[in-house]
């Protein structure tokens, strides 16, 4: 599976940055998809899944409120919407694809997602 993400950049403090990730037309509906996202130093941590059916859709406790995860099975996209952006939010963002057997299966870990993308810089100046 092929994964291409784009939207990164360079934002102040408060703005708002849209993430998008198109994924395989094949396979994508059979996947529940995640954000993860790694500042230098740090271990890549989980940022935001959603499921299969866009229904169960956990964040991480850090961007709660603030992100918003959604998917467009018809196009085979996922995207992370970030408002109110901090400087801890700075990091290079990966979407990733887990192949999942029931629609309720929404994966956090990392080592659960089996293809990913690239990654795309986000920087957020204070």
């Known amino acids: 599976v092929q994964l291409q993400a784009s939207g990164g950049g360079l934002v102040q403090a408060g703005g708002s940055l849209r993430l998008s990730c198109a994924g395989s037309r094949r396979t994508f509906n059979m996947n529940a998809m995640g954000w993860f996202r790694q500042a230098p130093g740090k271990e890549r941590e989980f940022v935001a899944a959603i499921g299969r059916g866009g229904f169960n859709t956990p964040y991480a406790d850090s961007v709660k409120g603030r992100f918003t995860i959604s998917r467009n099975n018809a196009e085979s996209t996922v995207v992370l919407q970030m408002n109110s952006l901090k400087s801890e939010d700075t990091a290079t963002y990966y979407c990733?694809?887990?192949?999942?057997?029931?629609?309720?299966?929404?994966?956090?870990?990392?080592?659960?997602?089996?293809?990913w993308g690239p990654g795309t810089q986000v920087t957020v100046s204070s």
């Open positions: 990733a694809s887990a192949y999942v057997r029931r629609a309720d299966i929404v994966p956090v870990s990392p080592s659960q997602y089996q293809d």
